[in-house]
């Protein structure tokens, strides 16, 4: 039996780097509709070069269809080699920007929802001195829950995460940034709402529902008597829990903030503010084996620089 000919022979072609950067792309989003804004491109187009990658590759990469979106064996392999050549081009691009005392290539930040009115403006100062120092660097904000900021950082789809952490991890760089307070609410229509605060007692809590967020999951509790919370409903985005509160069916956690800036303190009322309220620490994380390194870098001494602005201005 002769030697199986190699699917890539001779050199990669720019066309090879595009194909697999929209393999990444599409893997990253978790399918091609997902991937179509990210991309900039059509579901067909992008089902066009995935067809081609395979041929190219003479590999199945996917299933796509019904059953939704899946990476085979060799789709996983080959994703996994493409993260590695990504990052050693930004290695390679790196050590030529040095040279030169300028700086190109990409930043992905991956933003907890609902993130910017915890503190003031100072991300939007970060973003302001960042691009003044590296004009030349594309710039990518992507936002999402809290838990998936971290797992967008682990593996490797954002170069730096803003989000609250639920323990430490060791492979991780973090630098704390601001505060959150958590309180748990009841809305118009929840029996709860017009009851006087001194007849509500932490006991009658137990016949309620419950939306669980991720300080409500097990063993995450802040408090004891939350692992004993009737949990019917589950929403880890806050406009998502916010709306289940509304509807006066359940009682949930919302940062006091959010519920200030969407003007929902006459819709919403705290509940037990010294028994369950906690504070939540938003931190930038980056992995410290970052092939990014130089960019990531910048930018995270942009957003302790314009903390300690913050620090120094006082409550506005």
């Not at 399918?31 to 089902?47: D, K, Y």
């Not at 709860?192 to 995450?220: C, N, Q, W």
Request: charged share 20%; hydrophobic share 40%; with cysteine.
């Amino acid at each position: 039996m002769g030697r199986k000919k190699a699917a890539i022979s001779g050199q990669l072609a720019d066309i090879d780097l595009r194909l697999l950067r929209v393999f990444r792309a599409v893997v990253d989003a978790g399918g091609f509709t997902a991937a179509e804004i990210s991309l900039n491109l059509a579901n067909s187009t992008i089902s066009n070069y995935i067809s081609d990658l395979e041929k190219r590759l003479d590999m199945h990469l996917c299933e796509r269809g019904r059953g939704g979106f899946k990476l085979t064996e060799q789709g996983q392999v080959v994703y996994d080699a493409t993260l590695d050549l990504v990052g050693a081009l930004e290695q390679f691009k790196q050590r030529i920007n040095h040279s030169h005392n300028r700086i190109f290539g990409q930043l992905h930040v991956g933003f907890a929802e609902h993130m910017l009115g915890a503190h003031n403006s100072c991300i939007v100062a970060a973003v302001d001195s960042f691009s003044q120092q590296a004009p030349d660097v594309h710039v990518q904000i992507s936002t999402m829950s809290s838990d998936e900021v971290t797992t967008a950082v682990m593996d490797k789809q954002v170069d730096i995460g803003i989000t609250v952490l639920p323990h430490q991890y060791p492979e991780l760089e973090t630098l704390a940034l601001f505060d959150e307070e958590m309180r748990l609410y009841c809305a118009i229509g929840h029996p709860l709402f017009e009851k006087p605060t001194d007849a509500i007692t932490r006991e009658e809590l137990l016949h309620y529902a419950f939306v669980e967020s991720p300080r409500l999951m097990p063993g995450r509790e802040i408090h004891q008597d939350m692992m004993l919370w009737n949990k019917q409903a589950k929403a880890h985005h806050q406009e998502a829990r916010a709306t289940l509160i509304l509807s006066g069916h359940y009682l949930g956690m919302l940062p006091r903030h959010l519920v200030k800036n969407w003007g929902l303190e006459e819709k919403m009322r705290p509940l037990f503010t010294d028994t369950y309220s906690y504070i939540n620490t938003f931190t930038a994380i980056q992995r410290k084996k970052s092939t990014n390194k130089q960019i990531t870098t910048i930018f995270t001494h942009c957003l302790s620089q314009a903390i300690n602005n913050t620090s120094l201005a006082g409550p506005s």
